[in-house]
Structures are given as structure tokens and as C-alpha cells.
């Protein structure tokens, strides 16, 4: 079967390459997603975050991995602050409060795997 050009069930194309920084756009004052691949084993989602804008503390049943793409953005884990710039990754575990502050405008992919 040939899957070129088939989409996922969120609009991105297998076989297509394409920037995740390019994925999202910033608004000022907002938070903006867009889901890349939603499976039962997990998902990967890109968001733009607007200066001043974040995540609120919460917890999920799986592992999280965070990779900045651009700007600058504060992740607290269990309270503790882990400042990150693009290009940087930090793997958040399953069960711990964590959550996400702006510094700039910034974007991130989220990866969980479940």
C-alpha cells in the first residue's frame, strides 16, 4: 500500500517535511496548538505561546517530553524552575505537578507517549 500523501486524522501529511516552528503562529495574549499526530500510544502537539502567557500546574498519567523550538520558557517540575531556550529539551515524569510560564514568545512540541 502506498502511504505517500496520507493524512493523519489531524491534517499533517505523512511524507511531508515541515518545521514545527512554522506550524503555529503567535497571538499576542493567546496560547495557540495544533495537534501534529493524536494516536491511542500518544501524541505530539506544537504551541505558540504569547509573551506572559502559560500552562497552569497540573499532572498527567504519562511522561512528557518538552522541546523548546523558540524563545524562552520557564518549566516548573514538583515547584522546581528549569529555564529553557530553543533547541532544548527536558522530559517532564509522569505523576509530577509541573507547568509552563512564558519568558518571550515562545513555541514548544509536546510529545506524550503513553
Known sequence: MNIE???LNTGTEHSTVFNYADSVAYQSGAVVSKTI???ETGTITVFAF???QGLSEH???FDAIIQI???TADIFIN???YTLSSGQTIIMPAN???SVQS???FKMVLTMIK
Open 5 to 7: 500523501g496520507l493524512k
Open 37 to 39: 499526530v493524536k494516536k
Open 50 to 52: 504569547g509573551k506572559g
Open 59 to 61: 499532572s498527567a498519567p
Open 69 to 71: 523550538v523558540d524563545g
Open 79 to 81: 515547584k522546581k524552575p
Open 96 to 98: 509530577i505537578p509541573h
Open 103 to 105: 519568558v518571550s514568545d
